[in-house]
């Protein structure tokens, strides 16, 4: 769940190819699923319930603008964590972009509904979508957007083979976010 009481800055983490896959195991009652026709009503509870929006409808319209023109792709690339009755608990999705007309693999949407988190799962769906990334796109950089918010995130990400990326990815961010976020993440995290 994000922690709004910290300083928000963005900032961009990437896994360099060749990057060990930590293994990972779910613990008995959890199963790995693939996105299916109405999924993102899931997806929406999910991101919702970790606050990466104000309510599921914000994040049902974000999906829907953002993936529903891709469903054929979201039925290999979204994941779940769904317990043995079938309640999807967490996500993520091995999507991709073009940026400067290159194509790039990022790492999106991680959440797991706050009353399963500490149980692994998060660290779980994190590098299965990270395999699941290189068996689709082959082993190269794969990229995340993340958040001072999202400090115990950050630790599961870089145990995953992230790391703090100091590039400027986009045009219309700022090459020095991932600076201030670590400044932040020391200075606030002691």
């Known amino acids: 769940m994000l922690d709004k009481t910290v300083p928000y800055v963005?900032?961009?983490?990437?896994?360099?190819?060749?990057?060990?896959?930590?293994?990972?195991?779910?613990?008995?009652?959890?199963?790995?699923?693939?996105?299916?026709?109405?999924?993102?009503?899931?997806?929406?509870?999910?991101?919702?319930a970790v606050l990466e929006f104000d309510s599921e409808f914000a994040a049902l319209m974000f999906f829907k603008e953002n993936y529903a023109q891709f469903t054929d792709e979201l039925y290999g690339r979204c994941?779940?964590?769904?317990?043995?009755?079938?309640?999807?608990?967490a996500t993520a999705t091995a999507w991709w972009s073009?940026?400067?007309?290159?194509?790039r693999p990022w790492l999106n949407w991680v959440g797991v509904y706050p009353k399963y988190q500490g149980l692994g799962l998060g660290?779980?769906?994190?590098?299965?979508?990270?395999?699941?990334?290189?068996?689709i796109e082959g082993d190269v950089p794969f990229f995340l957007k993340t958040q001072t918010w999202s400090y115990k995130?950050?630790?599961?990400?870089t145990a995953c083979g992230y790391e703090p990326c100091y590039e400027k990815l986009l045009y219309r961010d700022r090459s020095d976010n991932c600076k201030k976020a670590m400044r932040v993440l020391r200075r606030f995290l002691r």
């Open 79 to 89: 994941i779940f964590i769904e317990t043995s009755e079938g309640r999807k608990v």
């Open 10 to 48: 963005g900032f961009y983490m990437r896994r360099a190819p060749g990057t060990r896959i930590p293994p990972y195991e779910l613990p008995k009652g959890f199963d790995f699923t693939f996105y299916r026709d109405g999924g993102e009503a899931d997806w929406a509870k999910i991101e919702s």
């Open 98 to 103: 073009e940026i400067y007309g290159e194509r």
């Open 123 to 135: 660290k779980a769906i994190i590098a299965r979508a990270t395999e699941l990334m290189t068996e």
């Open 153 to 157: 995130a950050i630790s599961i990400y």
